[in-house]
Every structure is written in structure tokens, then in C-alpha cells.
Nanobody, 114 residues
Framework: VQLQASGGGLVQAGGSLRLSCAASGAIFSINDMGWYRQAPGKQRELVAGIISGGRTNYEDSVKGRFTISRDIGKNTVYLQMNSLKPEDTAVYYC?????????WGKGTQVTVSS
């Protein structure tokens, strides 16, 4: 099982980016999926999560700006990021519980310039 993330890049403050993370391999079940981020010198933190029933949760600083969603048929989770701020700059990682095991994707860099 692998998680492949894409969609990072450089954007000006106020701009938008959409991250995608596709799971592949021998997948029998996917429960929680989410996005974490880690800025230089800081600990990795949960940005947004979505459980199998569709309920979502967000880190306080991104509420109202970021939206997590998933396409069950494509085994893909998305993170729509609007009104980006310089403090959103970080490496973003996708995470998923697949077949009752936790997997991490390689990070994708998001850089927001002021």
C-alpha cells in the first residue's frame, strides 16, 4: 500500500492550492484519512481529518479556509486550501488508516509568500 501526494507549490498570500493524495495497492478498507503539516523547527500537526462516515475536523487556524474531502471510489483524499497565509508554509503529509494499518505519504511542500 502506498500514498502518493501531489499539488504542493509556491503561491502568494491569499491564493489557493489543492492537495491530492491517492492510495494504491491491496486495499480492503480505508478508515480515517487526513493531512498533517510540519513547518521548520515545529512539530508535525494535524491540519484536517475525515473519517469513514464523512465527519471532518480541522485545526483551528485553518477552519473556514481549508476543506478536506475524499473520493471513496478513487481512494483519494483532497485538501482544498484557500486564503493561504505565510504561516501555512510547511511540508504537508497525507495519512490514512488502510487495512487497519497507518500509512504516511511523502510530503509535499507548500510555500506561501507574503
Amino acid at each position: 500500500v502506498q500514498l502518493q501526494a501531489s499539488g504542493g507549490g509556491l503561491v502568494q498570500a491569499g491564493g489557493s492550492l489543492r492537495l491530492s493524495c491517492a492510495a494504491s495497492g491491496a486495499i480492503f478498507s480505508i478508515n480515517d484519512m487526513g493531512w498533517y503539516r510540519q513547518a521548520p523547527g515545529k512539530q508535525r500537526e494535524l491540519v484536517a481529518g475525515i473519517i469513514s462516515g464523512g465527519r471532518t475536523n480541522y485545526e483551528d487556524s485553518v477552519k473556514g479556509r481549508f476543506t478536506i474531502s475524499r473520493d471513496i471510489g478513487k481512494n483519494t483524499v483532497y485538501l482544498q486550501m484557500n486564503s493561504l497565509k505565510p504561516e501555512d508554509t510547511a511540508v504537508y503529509y497525507c495519512n490514512a488508516v488502510i487495512n487497519r494499518m497507518e500509512y504516511w505519504g511523502k510530503g509535499t511542500q507548500v510555500t506561501v509568500s507574503s
